[in-house]
């Protein structure tokens, strides 16, 4: 059997129920080198601690991303997930690549080189985007509605 080596931990899914507490941050207990595993951790308070993400090009995984100044490797498989990685392509926050010829050298490539080029794309679109979100839009929203005195 091969073993292949991944450019970072992977966090696996339990049988087990847990909490949703993640226990921060993600690292061997001491003296040991074993990742926590938990059957769901919440992926907002995982990206904080997460250097890259390889996701599906579903729109929460992008927005969170987006908002954690994640870069993201997109692999759509279906509907808007196409659309989606275009756009994280177009906004320098990510990289697309087609999951059904993948191999896990184009995937550690693909990771290396969002590492990389960290300091100008998610990170700098992130704090460029952070100001303008959803209360600046409910705000613009409101001031389009019609008054209802």
Not at 42 to 61: D, F, R, T
Not at 92 to 98: F, V
Request: charged fraction near 15%.
């Amino acid at each position: 059997m091969r073993t292949r080596a991944t450019p970072a931990p992977t966090v696996r899914a339990s049988p087990s129920p847990v909490s949703r507490t993640l226990i921060p941050p993600l690292s061997p207990a001491p003296g040991s080198s074993r990742r926590p595993v938990a059957a769901t951790i919440p992926q907002q308070e995982l990206l904080p601690h997460a250097a890259a993400m390889v996701h599906h090009g579903g729109n929460n995984s992008f927005t969170e991303c987006l908002h954690a100044g994640v870069p993201a490797l997109v692999l759509p498989f279906s509907s808007d997930q196409f659309a989606i990685a275009h756009d994280a392509e177009r906004a320098a926050a990510g990289r697309c690549l087609d999951p059904n010829t993948l191999t896990p050298a184009a995937a550690g490539h693909a990771v290396a080189a969002l590492l990389a080029d960290r300091a100008h794309g998610t990170a700098a679109l992130g704090v460029r985007l952070r100001p303008h979100g959803p209360a600046r839009a409910a705000s613009a929203l409101l001031r389009c509605m019609p008054s209802r005195r």
